[in-house]
């Protein structure tokens, strides 16, 4: 939930009482800064200590920061885990921050007290009037806009200023296109072959999203996949993605590309639902799971719960194929071989680029590969954008690979058209190398 909605209803109140303030201080007096605390481990006290507990952590902090203004009525309640303080006669930023400093003192020595269990975890965003704001009611806005900001910081607070606002007026806008383009549908997939280094046959697609926005153009997943997960709306993404790739399995099927692999984040994999709702899906299309393979960070894996690992069990009983994605970046430890049903591990393009003449390189792909044999898995290589990359990797015995070498994602009319021409010819041994990709 977002701060902004948690202050709407106390929004009233503190703006009569900046008024009063800004009405009552003399002009030479310096700034009226107003601070928005969030106390972010209320809910962790409440869980301790239950609901009395809580309220009284919350009134020992409230108590312990009257000290702070001139007079306690500078400080006000917000609803549940808000307060707001107001602080006449700050002469500039860098007194703010001396104050923003004595903030925090103040409510480390108050969590000391009442919740020692607990942990300080607190935000503080804070704005200055007139320097940042023309009323009270902007000025309350921009200290709740510098809260967020301070939600990313490493410090626990932020000072408003104007480059924020613009920063993140911007993001929220591309949040709001964002929820209006899962809801339109705006998302096309693109699929990028993967082709067999040892027949040249084509072995599968990778299904990549694409968002074709209206005014910016082509909009790539690294920019918008981290701000679905960020905002919540990565589950519903991902039922588009399910949705569009099952629809168009029967065309894929029809050029004979028996295998499909869909990306997952780490984010859908700590759903419990999530197995359930590609089996639905799979389901309605009548598409058999064997066809589906689900490509999962090495870092997601590393990272995920006990609802992650169960959910790959799942898809994994259910029929469809696991691939362990960036294979390499990770640092997987061995075990992790034994206790995640994986049936492919995908090489990370990282250790593709230049192979044929980084030893380094080729020494770890040998690894991965051999590792890879050991556990029966399937070995792909991505990133392949040369000649001499993918005539290095059928040297090494790599299995399957996928790169601009072969094809770019396209989109299924233009996949048509490739798997029309892709005459499966593999680059020889010992042939020319241009280092170009074609
Ligand atoms: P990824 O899963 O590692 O996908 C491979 C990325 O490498 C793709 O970028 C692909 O277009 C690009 N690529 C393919 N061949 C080459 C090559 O030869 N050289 C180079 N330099 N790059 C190559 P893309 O499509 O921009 O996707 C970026 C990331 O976004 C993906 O990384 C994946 O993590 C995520 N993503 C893409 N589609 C989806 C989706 O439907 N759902 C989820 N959750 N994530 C997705
Ligand atoms: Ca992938
Ligand atoms: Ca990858």
Known sequence: MSAVSDLADLRQGTIAVLERIIAAQPPQAGRLACA?????????????????????????????????????SLVIDGNDDHIILMLPGVMNAGHAELVAQKIERVLRQANDVDAQQAGTEFTLGMALFPDHAEDPAQLL?????ALVAADGADTHWA??????????????????????????????????????????????????????????GMIQPS?????????????????????????DVKALQAMAIPSISINLSAMDLEDPELATRVSHQLAIWAVPSRAITFEITESALLEGSETTRRQLEQLHEMGCGLSIDDFGTGYSSLA??????????????????????????????????????????????????????????????????????????????????????WSGRLPDSGGQDTGESP
């Open 36 to 72: 928005v605390i969030h106390l972010r481990n209320i809910r962790k006290v409440r869980g301790l200590l239950g609901d009395q507990g809580a309220a009284a952590y919350r009134r020992a902090v409230r108590l312990q920061l009257e000290a702070i203004p001139p007079d306690p």
């Open 141 to 145: 806005a921009r200290a709740e806009l």
């Open 159 to 216: 000072l408003f200023d104007h480059g924020l606002f613009n920063e993140l007026s911007h993001s929220w806008q591309f949040d709001r296109e964002l929820r209006e383009a899962i809801q339109n549908n705006s998302f096309t997939m693109y699929y990028q072959p993967q082709v067999g280094l040892r027949d040249g046959r084509l072995h599968g697609v990778e299904a990549l999203i694409r968002w074709e926005h209206p005014e910016r």
């Open 223 to 247: 920019l918008f996949i981290p701000l679905a997960e960020r905002t919540g709306l990565i589950s519903r993404l991902t039922d588009g993605v399910l949705r569009q790739v099952m629809q």
């Open 336 to 421: 992790n071989f034994r206790t995640i049903p994986a049936s492919e591990i995908k090489i990370d393009g990282s250790f593709i680029a230049d192979l044929a003449n980084d030893q380094v390189n080729r020494d770890i792909v040998a690894i991965a590969l051999e590792l890879g044999r050991r556990f029966g898995l399937k070995t792909v290589a991505e990133g392949v954008e040369t000649e001499s990359s993918a005539r290095a990797l059928i040297e090494l015995g790599c299995e399957i690979g996928q790169g601009y070498y072969f094809a770019r994602p396209l989109r299924l009319s233009h996949l048509l058209e490739w798997r029309e021409t």
